[in-house]
């Protein structure tokens, strides 16, 4: 079940995680060849097993679920998610010490869940299709994708001072951060 407004929908959902997959690679740009396979593998699966799902489970609740102020307690806690990896990775970057940067799989868990937000709420209008799955094995297949070439895209930043690829992450998470917020101002202002 292939149409143009599939991958359209599918190409605006895997981005934000594609970004997110950059960052994370610019943090993995000093391991391994198959250290750096394993966690492309890992992140790209993991974002595209949460896009997938939380497609589904939207379609799924579209005609039950209606917006109420508890879904902006969400996304408020995903934008301070952003902001604290944003500044964490600035702090990293002043510190003069050699370390190694580990991302272990459970805050990549929690960058797919919130990532996948908005396939959640996208999925609420696929409710009333016969078959939703389908679209979603669509929207998780591209979003593996678009992140496996962010990781890929990301390993070519290679003669870079690893402050300056966190600070550069940081950026990527601030920015990510600061669109929850903008998206939410009216709530503020």
């Not at 396939?119 to 209008?125: E, F």
């Not at 290679?158 to 009216?186: E, M, T, Y």
């Amino acid at each position: 079940m292939f149409n143009f407004e599939i991958l359209l929908l599918s190409l605006a959902l895997s981005v934000d995680a594609g970004v997110v997959t950059f960052a994370i690679s610019l943090l993995h740009e000093r391991e391994t060849p198959s250290s750096k396979f394993r966690n492309a593998l890992i992140t790209a699966s993991t974002f595209g097993v949460f896009q997938f799902g939380m497609l589904w489970i939207g379609s799924f609740a579209g005609y039950l679920f209606t917006f109420s102020s508890v879904g902006y307690y969400f996304q408020l806690a995903i934008g301070l998610i952003f902001i604290g990896l944003a500044l964490k990775c600035i702090y990293e970057s002043f510190d003069e010490s050699e370390k190694k940067i580990e991302w272990g799989f459970i805050p990549i868990l929690f960058l797919g869940l919130a990532t996948s937000l908005d396939a959640l709420v996208s999925g609420l209008s696929l409710g009333p299709l016969p078959h939703p799955y389908l679209v979603s094995i669509d929207v998780g297949l591209t979003t593996f994708s678009v992140c496996s070439f962010f990781y890929v895209l990301g390993q070519f930043f290679k003669n870079i001072p690893d402050r300056w690829l966190l600070r550069l992450a940081a950026s990527i998470f601030f920015v990510l951060g600061s669109q929850v917020f903008w998206g939410l101002r009216h709530l503020f202002f």
